[in-house]
């Protein structure tokens, strides 16, 4: 099973940092997502902004919602979360 989404921030051009519940993290660019039609209202930048972590994923007001494990598999991570994961393992 993959880490579940302990926080997230929406950040400018429609991606995500997400911090996951084993310290990890990443970054999720949404845009690929807006092309699909339940998530068409993210595109604009005031509901996109409202992004809340939620039970273990991301989601926003209306019912739109993630899948966790694609946030986690469709993220990357960013130096800060690499960073702070090794120094956990080296503990």
Known sequence: M???VRSVVAMPSHQL???FTDGQSRLLDVRPYLSYTVFRPLSNPEIF???K???GTVSW????????DSVFLES???EEGSARRS???AA
Do not use: C, K, S, Y
């Open 2 to 4: 993959n880490p579940r």
């Open 17 to 19: 940092r997400v911090e």
């Open 49 to 51: 902004t409202q992004a």
């Open 53 to 55: 972590a939620d039970h």
């Open 61 to 68: 007001p209306g019912g739109i919602d993630l899948d966790p």
């Open 76 to 78: 990357v991570p960013t």
């Open 87 to 89: 120094l956990a393992n």
